[in-house]
């Protein structure tokens, strides 16, 4: 079946605009995450959903960036008046469910590059 | 302390060797615990998932958990050039809100 896709695959943006990033999760997928990596280093966790609540959005590094997840499907991350660090890859993932072992295996999108100029 | 640690490598086996992958986790409320292999430029790919204590072989690919000791590796036998990739180590932890940390991951490079 398909798997997690995600748009725009690149972006390049000036600094101080806003970007729009979007995850459409594998269907019948009840969680999605948003983490980021920049070049040569780990994931960092932003923000998970279940279903169309975000319980646990401790790991948005600033209060330009925002997320929300409509319809228990398609979600989007936004970042206001980019930064320069904001520059790294947006990766999206969903599983079956968030809690419970067995179930939370997550499968990554593609990713969005983002380059802020 | 990192939430889990690897060793960044690199890691260099010859071809046919068995690569052996290590991962340490500082939270005993962990409970899930995954491998993901990512090549170069694109997204990381699950490669197994453990729950238990003891191993879980898949083909080539042997994951084994050590709770007691806060210890989870991945050893790959007959290692491919098609293997060079790094690999992350992740870990669930029930009592924090169900978060999932990542390592930075350890890169494997098989010499053919």
């Known amino acids: 079946g398909a798997g997690v896709s995600q748009s725009p695959s690149n972006k390049v943006t000036e600094k101080g605009k806003d970007v729009e990033l979007r995850c459409d999760p594998i269907?019948?997928?009840?969680?999605l995450y948003w983490y980021r990596q920049s070049l040569g280093q780990g994931l960092e966790f932003l923000i998970y959903f279940q279903g169309n609540s975000a319980p646990d959005k401790s790991g948005l590094p600033s209060d330009r960036f925002s997320a929300e997840r409509t319809g228990g499907s398609v979600s989007t991350l936004t970042i206001q008046r980019t930064q320069q660090e904001d520059s790294a890859v947006y990766l999206c993932?969903?599983?079956?469910?968030?809690?419970?072992?067995?179930?939370?295996?997550?499968?990554f999108g593609p990713g969005t590059r983002l380059t802020v100029t | 302390q990192k939430e889990v640690e690897q060793n960044s490598g690199p890691l260099s086996v010859p071809e046919g060797a068995i690569a052996s992958l290590n991962c340490t986790y500082s939270d005993r409320g962990s409970q899930s615990f995954f491998w993901y292999r990512q090549y170069s430029g694109k997204s990381p790919e699950l490669i197994m998932s453990i729950y238990s204590n003891g191993d879980k072989e898949d083909g080539r690919f042997t994951a084994q958990l050590n709770k007691a000791s806060q210890y989870v590796s991945l050893l790959i036998r007959d290692s491919q050039p098609s293997d060079s990739a790094t690999y992350l180590c992740?870990?669930?932890?029930?009592?924090?809100?169900?978060?999932?940390?990542f390592g930075t991951g350890t890169s494997l490079t098989v010499i053919p």
């Open positions: 992740a870990v669930n932890v029930a009592n924090t809100g169900n978060q999932f940390y």
């Open positions: 993932a969903s599983s079956l469910e968030h809690r419970g072992p067995y179930r939370n295996e997550q499968y």
């Open positions: 269907s019948g997928h009840t969680a």
